[in-house]
């Protein structure tokens, strides 16, 4: 069983920047891939990143290089730095993790970003 706790979201003004974080725990053995999501109201949830127990990075297009994911393994910790907020940012965040092998898949509960004037 693995456990995953997002924090760091809040209101922010267009522009501005947030880190995410995501903190795990629990039963969690390489390989394995994490990923941050986002679901805005009334919309699909939707992939922003991933980073593999390896520590390779992925990222959506609609990145565009505003979005970084890192990992502080002492911590057990990743975190999603956002930069340049944009209105269309706001969304609940959550943190995944999935196994290689055996395939479990793992949820956070979310955490809200609200970019707004």
């Known amino acids: 069983q693995v456990q995953l706790v997002e924090s760091g979201g809040g209101l922010v003004q267009p522009g501005g920047s947030l880190r995410l974080s995501c903190a795990a725990s629990?039963?969690?053995?390489?390989?394995?891939?994490m990923g941050w999501y986002r679901q805005a109201p009334g919309k699909q949830r939707e992939l922003v990143g991933t980073?593999?127990?390896?520590?390779?990075?992925n990222y959506a297009d609609f990145v565009e290089g505003r979005f970084t994911i890192a990992r502080d393994n002492a911590a057990n910790t990743v975190y999603l730095q956002i930069n340049s907020l944009k209105p269309e940012d706001t969304a609940v965040y959550y943190c995944?993790?999935?196994?290689?092998?055996?395939?479990?898949?793992?949820w956070g509960q979310g955490t809200q970003v609200t970019v707004s004037s």
């Open positions: 995944n993790l999935r196994h290689y092998v055996g395939g479990a898949s793992y």
């Open positions: 629990g039963n969690i053995f390489s390989p394995y891939v």
């Open positions: 980073i593999t127990s390896g520590g390779k990075t």
